[in-house]
């Protein structure tokens, strides 16, 4: 994916995730601040990190790892497709940042790389996203993209973006 630009002038780029970022990744779901955001622990211990990378990476998901251009190992976090229906041609897509990272624009830029994306590869005219509706910065992010709230259950906010 190619270079992109925050609006705090961070360079980030999107990259396939691979067994070899399972450190990263477990060290990311095991915040105490990201966990605040999941209902359940994602990864219960360093050693299902691998199991955690292949599912988010099977079956109708696609991740990638956000990183800093200008660093080999500038791991900050995830962002996703998943829940791909070509039917309805829709597609959810979620993140995680280690919390050093948020209020930075850098999901906001990842989420913008992703949304061309699926439009151009996917043709898709519906991104959902769904978060905790305590996440109020989330909320406030994508709807920002041009998310509208559509429906919360069990605390579960969903937002709908229609494309052109």
């Not at 990311?28 to 599912?55: A, G, M, W």
């Not at 906001?108 to 898709?124: D, S, T």
Request: glycine content about 6%; proline content about 2%.
């Amino acid at each position: 994916m190619k270079l992109m630009k925050t609006s705090k002038h961070i360079n980030i780029k999107l990259e396939p995730l691979t067994y070899k970022d399972k450190n990263s990744v477990f060290d990311l779901f095991t915040n105490e601040k990201v966990l605040q955001s999941y209902s359940k622990k994602p990864i219960p211990t360093r050693e299902h990190s691998d199991d955690f990378i292949q599912k988010v990476s099977a079956n109708g998901h696609w991740t990638w790892k956000i990183t800093r251009y200008e660093e080999i190992n500038g791991f900050l976090g995830i962002c996703s497709y998943h829940h791909y229906n070509q039917e309805n041609k829709s597609i959810e897509i979620g993140g995680t940042l280690f919390p050093k990272f948020w209020g930075k624009g850098i999901m906001l830029c990842a989420f913008r790389q992703l949304i061309e994306q699926a439009r151009e590869v996917f043709n898709i005219k519906q991104v959902i996203g769904k978060t905790q509706s305590s996440n109020k910065n989330a909320i406030w992010m994508v709807e920002k993209l041009g998310f509208n709230k559509t429906i919360t259950i069990n605390n579960e906010t969903t937002l709908v973006k229609y494309l052109d």
